[in-house]
């Protein structure tokens, strides 16, 4: 089954950091392009970046350059979102997504189900 499943939200306090796990199964991410999109309540979806390995292209919101950065570690088919410097309008469910095109260009084919990033004054 193909499936993507987050971990690792939870509540902060403004400044703070945290890290998001996303782990793939049923697909590699080396051959899809990886996104992290957010919804905060009342508000619609947003991309937060999108990567591809394949060229090492990135993009990053404005709102989170120079604080959020993906990264995938040595462990096979995870990546993860580190979060610098959180502000509580971060707050939202964050979810991680996947496409053989960049999710945050034509939307992805993957989602996974979400985890809540609570970011307190």
């Known amino acids: 089954e193909v499936q993507l499943v987050e971990s690792g939200g939870g509540l902060v306090q403004a400044g703070g950091s945290l890290r998001l796990s996303c782990a793939a199964s049923?697909?590699?991410?080396?051959?899809?392009?990886i996104g992290w999109f957010r919804q905060a309540p009342g508000k619609e979806r947003e991309a937060v970046l999108c990567?591809?390995?394949?060229?090492?292209?990135?993009y990053y919101a404005d709102s989170v350059k120079g604080r959020f950065t993906i990264s995938s570690g040595n462990v096979k088919n995870m990546v993860y979102l580190q979060m610098n410097s959180l502000k509580p309008e971060d707050t939202a469910v964050y979810y991680c997504?996947?496409?053989?095109?960049?999710?945050?260009?034509?939307?992805?084919?993957?989602w996974g189900q979400g985890t809540q990033v609570t970011v307190s004054s």
């Open positions: 997504a996947a496409g053989l095109l960049s999710p945050c260009v034509v939307g992805a084919d993957i």
């Open positions: 990567f591809s390995s394949r060229d090492n292209r990135a």
């Open positions: 049923g697909f590699t991410f080396d051959d899809h392009v």
